[in-house]
């Protein structure tokens, strides 16, 4: 049985800010347990497209101050042009172009992957891959942890899973009711979100003085919106599909997709050279059964996951623990930021 100080269940923003801050403060005795076989949880960068949180805000500043740490850059969201707003299939489109001196929303160049890689440069020998927790036990003096690979020991474990998530797991004693409560009702950010990333060779919406942005609750695409990368080498655009789509084969989806492109940007919609999809209910690290679908921003941060539990060895992080900006980058960097502060506060005060 491998034994840490701490324990981090999950390689996602979260979990891995508090691995780099921990590093910070010169803890290094540490383990990072992903049952995913990649790090980034709920942040997935493919082909240039992000499928997971893809934007910030200017005043996310725990994230901001991460990222220039870092060495990494950020970029403003393309808005220049004509957007499109449908209010309804039967009525024609609205034409609106956003505020110039308004601020921005930013991206990440090289994608929000490149935050996850260069938090976990320092550490990557501290992760292990494809190790599901199936149980976590307090016992005298540590934890243990049981996994599909083994068992693991630890002082402190962090669980930055979505809390709904974490609620599958078993726990020895069992968890308060009024804590497990709460994380089966608390609503996991991207859970009910399909994704939709098409590339093209030339960005043709842009030529045409298109923005890229379109809106609409009644289209296949709720939302799309411009991705091309920074160095402008990628084109593409990237957006929600409704979820009324879910039901349908992925070619009919993807037919009735591009068939809405092709209506409202032009024929050159048709000559995409490649079409991704990501169905985040499907993916059995984020989501459950009891999916819901949300079209308001959640509650999140509720005062129950700022408590120690298991005889003061667990603790919950995680964007949807946070107490400002949950469902955000910004809140998931927060939760590891407070998680750290936690965990060194324990330990002085142990010590």
Not at 232 to 261: H, W
Request: some cysteine; glycine content about 6%.
């Amino acid at each position: 049985m491998k034994h840490s100080k701490y324990c981090i269940i999950g390689a996602g923003l979260s979990g891995l800010t508090t691995a780099y801050k921990l590093l910070q403060n010169g803890e290094s005795d540490f383990i990072i347990l992903e049952a995913r076989d990649t790090i980034g949880g709920r942040l997935s960068t493919i082909n240039s497209i992000d499928f997971g949180a893809a934007w910030l805000q200017n005043y996310h500043s725990n994230v901001l101050d991460l990222i220039k740490e870092l060495g990494l850059k950020t970029f403003n969201q393309y808005t220049t042009g004509k957007s499109i707003l449908m209010y309804n299939t039967m009525a024609p489109p609205h034409y609106f172009e956003s505020d110039p001196n308004a601020p921005s929303a930013l991206r990440i160049v090289g994608g929000s992957l490149a935050l996850i890689h260069a938090l976990a440069e320092k550490f990557l020998d501290k992760i292990r891959l494809n190790t599901k927790v199936e149980r976590i036990s307090a016992v005298s003096q540590n934890a243990t942890i049981e996994t599909n690979n083994g068992h693991f020991s630890a002082e402190k474990i962090i669980i930055t899973l979505p809390p709904k998530l974490a609620s599958h797991l078993k726990y020895n004693p069992e968890l308060p009711e009024h804590l497990h409560r709460e994380m089966t009702t608390t609503h996991t950010w991207m859970s009910n979100a399909i994704k939709v990333g098409i590339n093209y060779k030339t960005p043709f919406w842009k030529t045409k003085g298109f923005s890229g942005t379109m809106i609409g609750q009644v289209a296949p695409v709720v939302e799309l919106y411009d991705h091309s990368n920074y160095n402008e080498s990628v084109f593409s655009l990237m957006g929600f599909v409704n979820e009324s789509l879910r039901e349908l084969s992925a070619n009919d989806r993807k037919k009735q997709i591009i068939t809405y492109l092709e209506k409202h940007l032009g024929a050159e919609a048709k000559n995409y050279s490649l079409y991704l999809e990501k169905d985040w209910s499907k993916d059995e690290f984020t989501s459950v059964e009891s999916l819901n679908s949300y079209y308001l921003s959640p509650k999140y941060g509720h005062p129950v996951f700022n408590s120690f539990y298991l005889m003061e060895k667990l603790l919950f992080s995680g964007t949807e623990t946070s107490p400002k900006y949950g469902g955000y980058m910004e809140g998931a960097v927060n939760s590891g930021v407070i998680a750290t502060e936690k965990l060194l506060c324990k330990t002085l005060n142990s010590s």
